[in-house]
Every structure is written in C-alpha cells, then in structure tokens.
C-alpha cells in the first residue's frame, strides 16, 4: 500500500494518526475474511506495535471485530456502513445499472462502473449475468496500469493530475514499467481516435475488455466503465469494431442523462493523433 508522499505527511494540517487509522480498514479486501496484525502491517508498510495499538483503537471505536480465537479481525458492520453509505450517494452507478444490464444482454459481457482507489480502480457497480472467466464484484480492485478501465481513466484525468499518477505507477513499478507504458500510450492514441481502449490480455492473458471514461460537471470522477468476457468471446477485432463503439455509445447516453459533458463531434473524434502527437510526449516525458 502506498503510503503519503513526503509533502504530504509534513503538510501541517495533515492528521497521520487518522491516515493510519484508514490504511488499516483499507487492508481488508473482499473476500479476505480475517487479518491478523502482522498481515496488516505487512500490507500498509507500518511497524506491528503501531498496529497493535491501532487494531485496538478500531475495535474499540466499533470497526473492527476481534475474533481471539484466531487472535485476528474482521471487518465490523460500523465500517461497512461507511462503504454503503458511498454507494447509496453515487449517482452514476443508480442511474448506469439499467444501461449496463443492456449492454450485457446484447453482447454477452460484463459491464462495470468503478472509480480510481490510489494506483488501483474499485468496481462500485457490476452488470455480469453468467459471464464465464469474469468473477469481479462490487469491492474488487484492479490495476490502472493494465486494465481498459483504468487507462480509460487515466486518459480521462488532466495533464498535471495525469502526469503525477503515471509518475506514482512508474516508482512502483519499476523494472516492469517499460512495457506497461507502451501499452498506456497506445490506449491514449486510441482515446484519441476512437472514444476508448483496449485491454487484450494485458492484465490477464484470458480476458479482453474495452473501456470508456465518463466526466461529469459536478467536480465528481472522472469515472470509467468497462466490457469484458474471456478471450474467445471478445476477440480483439470484435472489441475494436463493436464492443468498443457500443460501449462508448452508452457512457455517452449516461453522461447525458447526468448533465456531464458534452459529447465531442463525429468530426473531432474522428480526428487521428500524428505520430509524436499530445499522448507520446506526455508518456515519454515519464520515463
């Protein structure tokens, strides 16, 4: 887990000890069950006696619950309460849900909704009937250096917030970002000429997924939507020539229906990107 960055952790109105706090809650994964002080401190990179005394603290705060007889805890529903009370005010996902269910009926996909969670994306709404190979759920994170979601995303972000994060994926990935960047820069070349991205095997070999990012003029998102099914089922020229433009299609209608903004011209988005255009410098500049 990431932890603050320098100016951050000595910004003065910064509370650490809450930062802390939070980075405990945010260790339990979905479908982790229980978590010991060790297996937490080994996820947020904090020494074990800090964690002792936090684990206590939650627990006697009421969002963590102790079960001695594995000398381990859960999740209590204090802090579940917290993330349903995420969902219930994001409107993006209420209204997507009967677009979503659409899309997934007429292609035989799974369509989610998710939203940037430091360097990963977390589903906060899933659309995947019986779609084989795809077993993500609302709560799953996954990679925005790999994931048509996530670099639909980023691709979504402006300059200066899009250059940090891409250097924040750079520091952790290291000697793997090379080829990560490579598959960033295409899927900004296709923002650019097509409205999304695609992710062919590029987080796992099995799946291939288009994405689409929706911005809206609420100060919200960018969000970002995604269409995926194992490989047979998409494959990359259907996800180039129809699931891609359905998907766009739809987040276009959302955006709409949310006041967001407006959708460019056939004009403007048929425009292509010269080689050593806009997205290749950004991408080159992190290196």
């Given at each position: 887990?990431k ?6 952790a000595t910004?003065?109105?910064f509370?650490?000890?809450?930062s802390r ?19 937490i401190a ?5 020494p074990k006696p ?5 684990t206590y603290?939650l627990?006697?705060?009421?969002y963590l619950?102790p ?5 381990k805890?859960q ?5 579940m309460?917290l993330g349903?009370a995420?969902?219930a005010n994001?409107g993006?996902?209420h209204?997507?849900e009967?677009?979503r269910e659409?899309?997934?009926?007429e292609t035989g996909?799974?369509?989610?909704v998710g939203g940037?969670?430091r360097?990963?994306?977390?589903y906060f709404g899933?659309?995947r009937?019986m779609?084989?190979?795809?077993q993500l ?7 925005i ?9 980023l691709?979504?972000?402006p300059?200066?917030?899009r250059?940090t994060?891409?250097r ?9 970002w090379p080829?990560m960047?490579d598959g960033?820069e295409r899927?900004?070349?296709?923002v ?5 991205v695609i ?9 291939h997924a ?8 609420d100060?919200?998102?960018p ?9 047979f089922?998409?494959t990359?020229e259907?996800?180039?020539?129809d699931?891609?433009?359905r998907?766009?299609?739809m987040?276009?209608?959302?955006e709409a229906?949310?006041g967001?903004?407006v959708?460019?011209?056939k004009k403007?988005?048929g425009k ?16």
């Open positions: 887990m932890r603050p960055t320098k100016k951050v910004d003065r109105s509370v650490v000890a809450l706090g939070l980075d405990v809650l945010r260790a339990f994964h979905p479908n982790d069950g229980l978590l010991g002080n060790q297996e080994a996820r947020t990179k904090l800090t964690i002792s005394r936090l603290t627990t006697k705060l009421g619950t079960v001695p007889r594995f000398e805890y999740l209590a529903p204090a802090a309460a349903y995420a969902l994001l993006v996902r209204l997507s009967s677009y659409e899309l997934m009926r996909g799974a369509v989610a940037r969670d360097l990963s994306m977390i899933q659309s009937g779609t084989l190979g795809v759920d609302v709560g799953s994170r996954i990679p250096a790999t994931t048509a979601m996530g670099r639909a995303y691709w979504a972000l300059d200066e917030e250059t994060l891409l924040d994926l750079r520091e952790h990935y290291g000697s793997r080829r960047r960033i899927a900004g070349e296709n650019r000429q097509h409205g999304f992710s062919a095997g590029e987080w796992h070999d099995d799946i288009v994405g689409v990012a929706l911005k809206l003029n100060g919200t998102g969000y970002a939507f995604n269409c995926g099914a194992p490989a089922r998409f990359e259907r996800l180039r020539d699931i891609g433009p998907l766009v299609a987040v276009r209608n959302i229906a949310l967001g903004a959708p460019q011209s403007e988005e292509k990107l010269k080689p050593g255009g806009k997205v290749a410098r950004v991408v080159e500049g992190i290196r």
